[in-house]
Antibody
Framework: QVQLVESGGGVVQPGRSLRLSCAAS????????MHWVRQAPGKGLEWVAV????????YYVDSVKGRFTISRDNSNNTLYLQMNTLRAEDTAVYYC???????????????WGQGTLVTVSS | QSVLTQPPSVSAAPGQKVTISCSGS????????VSWYQQFPGTAPKLLIY???KRPSGIPDRFSGSKSGTSATLGITGLQTGDEADYYC???????????FGGGTKLTVL
């Protein structure tokens, strides 16, 4: 079954860290760029980060640069997002999403996980 | 503010046609493919249109996409109450080296 399943969300205090995971199945994970997209409560979609199929290229939205790190483990078909120095404005549902084209980054998301909620609050 | 600009809301009667615009710039829409997503409350977005005007398998031909210059448009014909959702455009921005979305458009089928 082709799917993405996120985990790792929860409530965390400002300034603390959290790591999200995204388990992929049903497709050749190592051939696709993978993204994180977030959605604050009642707000629109915001692209967060992408990692190329082999992990050699990573890009981030300005607001998370230096605080968030995207990574992947192709041997275990898992995507990660390490989030440090969290802020209240990072509160959102975080989705992992698969890029639709193999071996290149197109920012076209043809498969989404169900999302995991991160709440940053004291 | 979002990099791509969409109207906050559109509405039309069942059976009618509606279009949703998405405006960008030379660093994003003009030189990259545009995609469109449909999102119902509490669920993950779903890809509706990719590469400006292509539909993934399973997406009815009531949904169409087009692009001209720095703007793109999503069209929906034969509106149904089940089409009521939020719609987002998205693309890659070559200057920012980042994915970008529009702010989203809420479709109401009256």
């Amino acid at each position: 079954q082709v799917q993405l399943v996120e985990s790792g969300g929860g409530v965390v205090q400002p300034g603390r860290s959290l790591r999200l995971s995204c388990a992929a199945s049903g497709f050749t994970f190592s051939n696709y760029g993978m993204h994180w997209v977030r959605q604050a409560p009642g707000k629109g979609l915001e692209w967060v980060a992408v990692i190329s199929y082999d992990g050699s290229n990573k890009y981030y939205v300005d607001s998370v640069k230096g605080r968030f790190t995207i990574s992947r483990d192709n041997s275990n078909n898992t995507l990660y997002l390490q989030m440090n120095t969290l802020r209240a404005e990072d509160t959102a549902v975080y989705y992992c999403a698969k890029d639709f084209k193999q071996l290149v980054i197109r920012a076209v998301f043809d498969l989404w996980g169900q999302g995991t909620l991160v709440t940053v609050s004291s | 503010q979002s990099v791509l600009t969409q109207p906050p809301s559109v509405s039309a009667a069942p059976g009618q046609k509606v279009t949703i615009s998405c405006s960008g710039s030379s660093s994003n829409i003009a030189n990259n493919y545009v995609s469109w997503y449909q999102q119902f409350p509490g669920t993950a977005p779903k890809l509706l249109i990719y590469e400006n005007d292509k539909r993934p398998s399973g997406i009815p031909d009531r949904f169409s996409g087009s692009k001209s210059g720095t703007s793109a448009t999503l069209g929906i014909t034969g509106l149904q109450t089940g089409d009521e959702a939020d719609y987002y455009c998205g693309t890659w921005d070559s200057s920012l080296r980042a994915g970008v979305f529009g702010g989203g458009t809420k479709l109401t089928v009256l």
